[in-house]
């Protein structure tokens, strides 16, 4: 029979233990509350089918992050895309946001890239005030391209 003693030491070790792992489980829980500057929006003024939460986000290629959400805004005009950085975009004010296809399998993503020098891409006007920081959005180039195709129908 164990002594009193023992008993006491694995209660200890069994009690810190327990607590070590609740400790261990909150701060990963909380640790996204402390990382300022990772989500922003996007509103897009088209159809965004095939894109879905947990969406790539890419800058030239390169997986920074994931889609959080998505929504319509509270204008219900456009469409509220949340997306979710790895790291805080640096020049947030050069970068524009545009939804594209990976190859036809109808699978999107959301591509960011450098506004091109001597264009200005404007964010959307808004009636409210997001929560995020926004990025301003460019037609996909589905868009585009059936707009472009649509007006030369119409000529």
């Given amino acids: 029979m164990p002594s009193v003693r023992t008993q006491f030491s694995v209660g200890l070790f069994?009690?810190?233990?327990?607590?070590?792992?609740v400790v261990f489980i909150l701060w990963l829980g909380l640790m996204q509350y402390f990382q300022e500057g990772r989500k922003y929006v996007a509103f897009f003024d088209e159809s965004v089918q095939g894109l879905s939460?947990?969406?790539?986000?890419?800058?030239?290629?390169?997986?920074?992050?994931?889609?959080?959400?998505?929504?319509?805004?509270?204008?219900?005009?456009?469409?509220?895309?949340?997306?979710?950085?790895?790291?805080?975009?640096?020049?947030?004010?050069?970068?524009?946001?545009?939804?594209?296809?990976?190859?036809?399998?109808?699978?999107m993503f959301v591509e960011l890239e450098h506004t091109p020098k001597g264009q200005t891409i404007d964010p959307p006007e808004l009636s409210f005030d997001p929560q995020h920081p926004v990025i301003p959005t460019k037609p996909s180039e589905i868009k585009q391209l059936l707009t472009d195709v649509y007006d030369i129908v119409d000529e």
């Fill in 14 to 21: 069994v009690v810190l233990g327990m607590v070590v792992v």
């Fill in 53 to 107: 939460k947990d969406s790539a986000v890419k800058y030239r290629g390169v997986d920074i992050g994931r889609v959080d959400d998505i929504r319509v805004a509270p204008d219900g005009r456009l469409v509220q895309i949340i997306l979710d950085l790895r790291r805080p975009l640096r020049d947030n004010e050069d970068i524009f946001a545009q939804i594209k296809a990976v190859g036809i399998t109808g699978i």
